[in-house]
């Protein structure tokens, strides 16, 4: 009911949808013409199927927000990890070893569907940042089938494995319960991973490319603007955020 300030990300707060409307005149006032929305549920569960709940946090954010500026563009992040109770970005199932590992498939079902809500609610692009193989074509095919073909997708093609998530996972409440999530995000060491991946995203019909985490990845970044004709992102994490910060707060920078 009121803005939880994040305390490894000094300035940035938590806020609750009863300020989006005034969010987003206020950011619009100040020239900020888009956003990118992440949502904190009130219960998780093992499948994240808060996320494709209609009456959610980002739903909710997005109509109020839209209401106020229909102008400004309303981008929603689409990954199960803010709704999971154990944090990966996909829905888990024994392999044969009896580990816990991520299926793929059965989380392309629950991201096509928190899309449609998403965009029902008006969100203006949809952005999956759960780098599960086959995603973009999942989600365009079911927006689409829905009517919102003229919804974009902004990929999160190239994410990689890094402890520069840490300042947003708490933000999240998502950090992983066991193990990480080096098996679906990408590795800092094959670059060339990074081109194929944003092929097969541009391939499958995204709108838009996107490198996270950023200031490492500049040679990911120049790498991929020169394979593709898509508008590119490139994504300044919490971390990178929070480094900043702490080095002028201690007069190093």
């Known amino acids: 009911d009121k803005p939880q300030p994040i305390r490894t990300m000094p300035g940035v707060s938590q806020f609750p949808i ?26 998780k569960d093992p499948r994240g199927e808060s996320g494709c ?10 109509a109020e927000m839209k209401s106020a500026v229909p102008e400004l563009i309303v981008v929603t992040d ?19 070893q009896g580990e ?11 991201l096509a569907r928190m899309s449609i809500v998403h965009a029902t609610a008006g969100a203006d692009v949809i952005a999956p940042s759960d780098m599960m193989d086959g995603r973009v074509g999942k989600i365009r095919g079911a ?18 494995a890094s402890s520069f998530y840490g300042p947003f996972r708490e933000a999240a409440d998502c950090a992983p319960q066991f193990g990480d999530r080096a ?22 019909g995204a709108d838009m490319l996107m490198v996270k985490p950023a200031l490492p990845y500049l040679d ?30 201690a007069g190093m920078i």
Not at 53 to 62: E, L, S, T
Not at 78 to 96: P, S
Not at 143 to 160: C, M, N, P, W
Request: charged share 25%; net charge negative; glycine share 8%.
């Open 18 to 43: 009863s300020s989006a409307r005034e969010q987003a005149k206020e950011i619009w006032k100040h020239g900020v013409k888009s956003v990118l929305l992440f949502g904190l549920p009130t219960k």
């Open 53 to 62: 709940d209609p009456n959610g946090p980002v739903p909710r954010a997005v």
């Open 78 to 96: 689409v990954c199960v990890d803010e709704y999971t109770d154990h944090g990966h970005c996909g829905i888990l199932t024994k392999n044969r």
């Open 100 to 110: 816990m590992v991520v299926d793929n498939d059965a989380t392309l079902e629950v």
């Open 143 to 160: 927006l689409d089938e829905t009517g919102f073909d003229t919804t974009a997708i902004l990929s999160y093609a190239v994410k990689y």
């Open 183 to 204: 098996g679906y995000q990408m590795d800092p060491g094959n670059a060339r991973e990074a081109l194929r991946e944003a092929a097969l995203d541009e391939a499958e």
């Open 220 to 249: 990911i970044v120049k790498s991929v603007r020169e394979a593709t004709n898509l508008p590119l992102g490139a994504y300044n994490v919490s971390g990178e955020y929070s480094m900043v910060h702490a080095a002028a707060a």
